[in-house]
């Protein structure tokens, strides 16, 4: 998954993971800590 890098380093890339806009602080807090998992 070449996603991951992008994902991970670039708030859009969280929101199509999540499915959820990126602009909203309460999926971004559980995101930040999944994403260091993917890392």
């Known amino acids: 998954m ?3 890098d992008e994902f ?3 708030q859009k890339g969280r ?3 999540m499915g959820l806009p990126f602009h ?3 999926p971004l807090k559980p995101v930040k800590p999944n994403s260091m ?3």
């Open 24 to 26: 909203l602080p309460l």
């Open 15 to 17: 929101s199509k993971y």
């Open 8 to 10: 991970k380093t670039t």
């Open 37 to 39: 998992r993917f890392k």
């Open 2 to 4: 070449a996603n991951t």
